[in-house]
């Protein structure tokens, strides 16, 4: 399978704590996307990184990018109860996008 | 960004019938994307369909099974045929961003649930 790895599998913490998440994958890229999903509904779009990137900021957001290591991570500072959801990477090569196998991260109040 | 609907956004269906998912997209889009996430799983690219062409389908997917329309720019249909419990999932449609954008848009998903 092509499918990216994601870990942790699941993440719990406090309101306020940072979350880290990482995503390894198996192709060579033109980019990389974070994905978050709330309660089984529609994807929402995080933040994209070009291979040719190495970090990028948006908002309380930060990704981090290795194509050596072909890994990538996402921190998510300050966390509030409203980011409880899962966290998914995607990477794009050709036309076609795949997906990790996703965090499931939940902040308590 | 795109904005996309889907329907129905939720229905139970009987194993051997056939459910219909529709997908519309508030602007014209060269290609859509059909994925499933069954329970508790991520996403997995079934097919992917441009105007006026079949539709390109994954390995482990089948024309017969996921039969997919694509009449416009603007909607794609994709069938669950012959229907058993294991197609119980969440189908998921999506485009990419306009004018080379990357990322992509989701429709808020039709969760079927065999029974």
């Known amino acids: 399978s092509q499918q990216g790895e994601e870990d942790p599998q699941a993440l719990s913490i406090q309101e306020g704590e940072n979350a880290t998440m990482n995503c390894s994958y198996k192709t060579s890229i033109n980019n990389l996307q974070w994905y978050r999903q709330n309660s089984g509904r529609g994807l929402v779009h995080l933040i994209l990184?070009?291979?040719?990137?190495r970090e990028k900021h948006s908002g309380r957001l930060r990704v981090t990018l290795d194509t050596s290591k072909k890994s990538s991570s996402l921190l998510i500072t300050a966390s509030r109860a409203a980011d409880t959801a899962s966290y998914f990477c995607a990477t794009s090569g050709t036309y076609k996008y795949i997906f990790g196998t996703g965090t499931r991260l939940k902040v308590l109040a | 960004s795109a904005v996309i609907s889907q329907k129905p956004s939720r229905d139970i269906c009987q194993r051997g019938t056939s459910l219909t998912i529709q997908c519309q997209v508030d602007s014209q889009v060269t290609m859509m994307f059909w994925y499933r996430q069954q329970p508790g799983q991520s996403l997995t690219l079934i097919a992917t369909?441009?105007?006026?062409?079949?539709?390109?389908?994954e390995s482990g997917f089948v024309i017969d099974k996921f039969p997919i329309s694509r009449p416009n720019l603007t909607f794609s249909t994709l069938t669950v045929s012959n229907m058993s419990p294991e197609d119980s999932s969440i189908y998921l449609c999506?485009?990419?961003?306009?004018?080379?954008?990357?990322?992509?848009?989701f429709g808020p998903g039709t969760r079927l649930t065999v029974t």
């Open positions: 990184i070009r291979s040719n990137e």
């Open positions: 369909a441009n105007q006026g062409s079949e539709a390109t389908y």
């Open positions: 999506s485009v990419d961003g306009a004018g080379g954008r990357y990322e992509q848009y």
